[in-house]
């Protein structure tokens, strides 16, 4: 536990300093925050003009929570990136084992998911005439971080994928964001897809927290929202454990052929 907490520590330390070298905290407020903010607001407008006030409040909180998963997938592209530069072998020699280094590459992105999260959370609905019903919306914000620590072992599963075939890091991140924010219940009900797809999408993060969320919010019972809490982290416990599992075999691979040395 030490020492994964050590290298949890040092991956944000490096994780930061690479997006140092991308943003100052101007350019990550004023261009990349208030990017995903228009981004959430325009969907909600959106469902205010195709619906009405209560629409747009539902595709309102969608939206604000799946910016967590949003960012927390970008995970995709850090691990992709240890292949194009050539730092894939250290990370499966790591003297503390390969799985936590490779799990802690890309925390600095449930960092800023949590933030644009909770500032979207307290900003928008105000904003756009939708005010959450305070102080409950306080008690979603521990549902948003289970569903960012989710999303952030998604991500990491499908980064196997990307870590593959090489070149596929931003379709790869762009399927594994879309797919949730179409099918997850962000801009309309799950039970509005067919039968079939509405099984598939369970396994999906996101699916069952924003359920939690929205029954937060509404005052559902408490034995629902735990019980759909329960589900969230059993989803997101899976998707570390396919993140596990694919990155084992791709070291043992990796270690049989030598192809962990090949940059993309």
Not at 118 to 131: D, M, Q, R, S
Not at 195 to 206: D, E, F, K, N, T
Request: aromatic share 10%; proline share 5%; hydrophobic share 55%.
């Amino acid at each position: 536990m030490r020492h994964a907490l050590r290298i949890a520590r040092e991956s944000l330390i490096l994780g930061f300093a690479e997006m140092r070298a991308v943003y100052t905290w101007k350019t990550w407020t004023f261009g990349w925050l208030v990017r995903l903010l228009c981004q959430a607001a325009f969907y909600a407008l959106l469902g205010r003009y195709v619906g009405d006030e209560d629409t747009m409040r539902y595709v309102l909180v969608g939206n604000i929570v799946v910016l967590a998963c949003l960012e927390s997938t970008i995970v995709v592209i850090s691990l992709a990136g240890e292949r194009a530069m050539g730092t894939l072998p250290l990370l499966a020699i790591a003297p503390s084992g390969h799985l936590p280094v490779y799990l802690g590459r890309g925390l600095q992105w449930t960092v800023t998911g949590l933030t644009s999260s909770l500032v979207a959370w307290v900003v928008l609905p105000p904003l756009l005439g939708a005010p959450l019903p305070w102080p409950r919306a306080a008690y979603a914000v521990p549902v948003i971080v289970l569903i960012l620590a989710g999303s952030y072992g998604y991500g990491c599963a499908l980064a196997g994928i990307a870590l593959r075939l090489r070149g596929v890091e931003w379709l790869v991140l762009n399927f594994a964001y879309g797919i949730v924010m179409t099918f997850g219940g962000v801009n309309v009900p799950v039970e509005f897809w067919p039968g079939p797809l509405r099984i598939a999408v369970q396994v999906l993060p996101v699916v069952h927290g924003l359920e939690a969320v929205r029954g937060i919010l509404d005052g559902a019972p408490l034995g629902r929202v735990l019980g759909l809490l329960g589900i969230e982290a059993l989803v997101g416990a899976g998707w570390y454990a396919v993140a596990a599992v694919s990155m084992d075999r791709l070291v043992s691979a990796g270690r049989r052929d030598g192809s962990l040395r090949h940059a993309g």
